[in-house]
């Protein structure tokens, strides 16, 4: 594991994450893996994924005895709370709870009441905006706006949302996910041999993988030699399906379903554009801030179709490192596909761009500095 130097042990974060963590958790990861002065533990429910996300302290469920085990189960499911995490954090000398989403905040209410430690908690997405419209939610969100020391989000759009949802804006801060900078840009693939388009992420609606699909269809007559790779999967498995017939992409495609991250950054390596027609679905869930694939993309040197939507326009900047599509309108998501796709002498130039824009305000170890820097503001 590559990791922080976690100078000061007396510095102990826990950090609140159930599961830890899915596959596609890298992002999550990346804010424990690269902290310095702080010493993380992690507090989970269920713990996945071990090989690809090792950490040097992780307290679970799994190791309560027999009996706590089966009260921590009844105590969850009748009050929502995790009962014991309390516990824990004396026993691990905790100083800072950072909570990952805003329902796992809620679930930590118990744990910040009875060791009385500030806690933080970070907004990602549906928390603030599918789960904020259910009753439940908004009363526990009530609870936590008025308990937490500080909520983190990605980027401005979501900060309005929680603004509106309630939470306190002098307890807001905008912090960015970090990811690992490559050590090089990727050599960019010949597109006369083939022109690789790469979509990631699951298979739901506010991923918007059909109208991608669809506006990609409408300009590959133009381009024989486009192929597009679709990593994920998901409930809308059916309407992509769907949508890969209908523009005629069925036999084009390369489906390799869910991967790990290194696969990910594998098959960008080999793409030219990276498509994220993102929407904010029937149910209210959105993106929130921005899939962190946009960042793996411009850190490679891949340029972006992308759509305005939620912090997107924060994490690409359009007509630099890729171009920006108005969100739901296909007509110019095709439009935005078209230009792109017709101008491969500018990919190079665009990926270079991308690239230091991700240096400047997306990398992982200043990112856990300044992490780190509201620890210290709390503790």
């Known amino acids: 594991m590559v990791k922080g130097v976690h100078r000061d042990s007396g510095r102990v974060v826990a950090h609140c994450a159930t599961p830890f963590l899915p596959e596609t958790g890298s992002w999550i990861y990346n804010q424990i893996r690269w902290l310095q002065r702080w010493q993380p533990i992690v507090l989970t429910q269920e713990w996945r994924n ?5 950490v040097p302290r992780l307290r679970t469920a799994e190791t309560l005895s027999l009996t706590r085990t089966l009260a921590n189960r ?23 709870i950072h909570a990952h989403f805003g329902y796992q905040g809620c679930r930590c209410l118990r ?14 997405g549906a928390d603030a905006n599918s ?7 908004q009363r526990r969100y009530r609870q936590l706006f008025d308990r937490g020391a500080f909520f983190l989000v990605e980027g401005a759009a979501m900060a309005q949302r929680l603004q509106d949802i309630g939470c ?32 990631c992420g699951a298979f739901r609606p506010k991923k918007g993988f059909p109208a991608g699909i669809r506006a990609l269809g409408r300009v590959a007559e133009g381009v024989p030699n486009l192929r597009l790779t679709l990593i994920g999967d998901g409930p809308e498995r059916p309407r992509v399906e769907e949508a890969l017939r209908d523009s005629g992409l069925s036999a084009r495609v390369d489906r390799l379903g869910f991967v790990p991250h290194a696969e990910v950054i594998n098959q960008l390596s080999c793409s030219h554009i990276l498509l994220v027609p993102s929407r904010t679905a029937e149910d209210g869930d959105s993106e929130g801030g ?72 997306y990398e992982a170890s200043s990112q856990c500095r300044g992490l780190e820097e509201i620890y210290d503001g709390v503790s």
């Open 168 to 199: 306190p804006e002098d307890r807001m801060r905008i912090h960015h996910l970090g990811i690992e900078l490559p050590e090089a840009i990727r050599e960019l693939p010949d597109p006369e041999r083939e022109v690789r388009v790469l979509m």
């Open 111 to 124: 744990a910040q009441r009875s060791s009385g430690l500030p806690m933080i908690t970070s907004f990602y």
């Open 131 to 137: 789960y904020a419209r259910q009753p439940y939610w």
């Open 290 to 361: 921005a899939p962190v694939i946009l960042l793996d993309a411009q850190s490679l040197g891949v340029p972006v179709v992308a759509t305005r939507h939620a912090d997107i326009p924060e994490y690409v900047v359009d007509g630099e490192s890729g171009l920006l599509a108005e969100e739901g309108d296909e007509t110019d998501l095709t439009r935005r596909l078209e230009e792109m796709l017709t101008r491969p002498q500018d990919w190079i130039k665009m990926g270079r761009r991308g690239r230091r824009h991700v240096a400047e305000e």
């Open 74 to 96: 009844a105590v969850r499911k009748l009050t929502g709370e995790y009962p014991f995490y309390g516990h824990l954090l004396e026993e691990e000398g905790a100083r800072v």
């Open 50 to 54: 071990r090989d690809q996300f090792p």
